[in-house]
């Protein structure tokens, strides 16, 4: 949801709810998260973007800070600034701005102290549906995954829904350390405090 709220696009558009956030602290201190198009065996790896524009590492949040959007030509010129090589380009349309190997950095916490100090939780294993408003941040889906007692596992819960505002949500979200590169998007089990739960 970070990647779509920094589009270039969104920005222009103004239907970002990090618009207007640029310098600001949006997330946890704890908190970075790297764009890296020049990773070794990155599975979105290129030395170029969609429009021939030579590609570099971003850090679109540092330490809890946004420091960038996703700009491809067109939507550096609606934000008057510079393209900063983040074109993607689809097969039946023009290029638009996207994130490449995009990772989070890994805390200092095992998931294991992690769950020691939740005390008392929900461990979310798969999210279904879709329910994000992109304008105001408000989020609701559908969630599975096991309950958390006294700092352990307990047993497996389903059909819960999760619900909270991605602006609170990324302030009080905290990165594990057990970052993983599988895929284009990778990041490590996060702690996200203060979210409604409904259906146990």
């Given at each position: 949801?970070?990647?779509?709220?920094?589009?270039?696009?969104?920005?222009?558009?103004?239907?970002?709810?990090?618009?207007?956030?640029?310098?600001?602290?949006?997330?946890?201190?704890?908190?970075?998260?790297?764009?890296?198009?020049?990773?070794?065996?990155?599975?979105?790896?290129?030395?170029?973007?969609?429009?021939?524009?030579?590609?570099?590492?971003?850090?679109?949040?540092?330490?809890?800070?946004?420091?960038?959007?996703?700009?491809?030509?067109?939507?550096?010129?609606?934000?008057?600034?510079?393209?900063?090589?983040?074109?993607?380009?689809?097969?039946?349309?023009?290029?638009?701005?996207?994130?490449?190997?995009?990772?989070?950095?890994?805390?200092?916490?095992?998931?294991?102290?992690?769950?020691?100090?939740?005390?008392t939780g929900f461990y979310v294993t798969e999210l279904i549906g879709m329910g994000v408003n992109g304008v105001t941040g408000d989020y609701s889906r559908?969630?599975?995954?096991?309950?958390?007692?006294?700092?352990?596992?307990?047993?497996?819960?389903?059909?819960?829904?999760?619900?909270?505002?991605?602006?609170?949500?990324?302030?009080?979200?905290?990165?594990?350390?057990?970052?993983?590169?599988?895929?284009?998007?990778?990041?490590?089990?996060?702690?996200?405090?203060?979210?409604?739960?409904?259906?146990?």
């Amino acid at each position: 949801h970070l990647s779509a709220a920094i589009s270039g696009n969104a920005i222009a558009r103004g239907t970002s709810f990090l618009r207007g956030q640029m310098g600001q602290q949006v997330m946890h201190d704890a908190v970075t998260i790297i764009d890296d198009p020049l990773r070794p065996r990155g599975l979105r790896s290129a030395s170029f973007d969609g429009e021939g524009v030579k590609t570099g590492k971003l850090t679109p949040i540092e330490n809890g800070v946004l420091q960038c959007w996703w700009l491809d030509s067109a939507s550096a010129r609606q934000l008057e600034t510079k393209t900063n090589g983040r074109a993607a380009r689809s097969i039946g349309g023009p290029p638009s701005p996207s994130a490449t190997n995009l990772y989070m950095q890994a805390g200092d916490d095992s998931v294991a102290t992690m769950l020691k100090n939740i005390g008392t939780g929900f461990y979310v294993t798969e999210l279904i549906g879709m329910g994000v408003n992109g304008v105001t941040g408000d989020y609701s889906r559908g969630a599975s995954g096991f309950w958390i007692e006294n700092g352990e596992i307990a047993y497996p819960v389903s059909e819960m829904t999760i619900a909270g505002n991605l602006k609170e949500m990324f302030l009080h979200m905290t990165p594990a350390d057990d970052l993983h590169f599988r895929r284009g998007v990778n990041a490590p089990t996060i702690l996200v405090e203060g979210m409604a739960l409904a259906g146990l």
